[in-house]
């Protein structure tokens, strides 16, 4: 079973190394916040995963003296990126007349369109 975990831990540290590189380079990512933020989410898991590669190679030691701030750190990560996209996501949800056309085109609302 340490062997599966071990393949699906570096599974996931890779699809987020992948991910961060082919879409960092591929995309304009920077010209939307929509993309910034996609970019950022995945940044931070890549960041996560890339705590845990460092642990597995430098031991617990390092990690336990540092765990304060490394929680920290993670977590107040973690904490922007998942609130800034429900931010993203309830201003797309309920303001569907204050985004760009393009946007409001992709949810199917039309201009000035809104909830109530």
């Known amino acids: 079973m340490e062997a599966v ?3 699906l831990f570096y599974g996931v540290f890779f699809g987020y190394l992948f991910f961060v590189l ?7 990512w920077w010209k939307s916040e929509m993309g910034v ?10 960041i996560l995963m890339a705590l845990g590669i460092v642990k597995r190679l430098s031991g617990d030691a390092w990690f336990d ?3 304060v701030v490394l929680k920290f750190i993670s977590f107040l990560l973690m904490f922007a990126t998942v609130w ?9 949800q309920q303001w569907k007349g204050d985004l760009p056309s393009e946007v409001q085109r ?3 609302a039309r201009p000035g369109d809104q909830r109530s």
């Open 84 to 92: 800034w996209r429900n931010v993203i996501l309830v201003r797309a």
């Open 22 to 28: 082919v879409y960092g380079i591929g995309s304009p």
């Open 37 to 46: 933020h996609i970019m950022s989410f995945m940044a931070v898991f890549f």
């Open 5 to 7: 975990n071990n393949f």
């Open 65 to 67: 003296a540092h765990q």
């Open 106 to 108: 992709a949810h199917g």
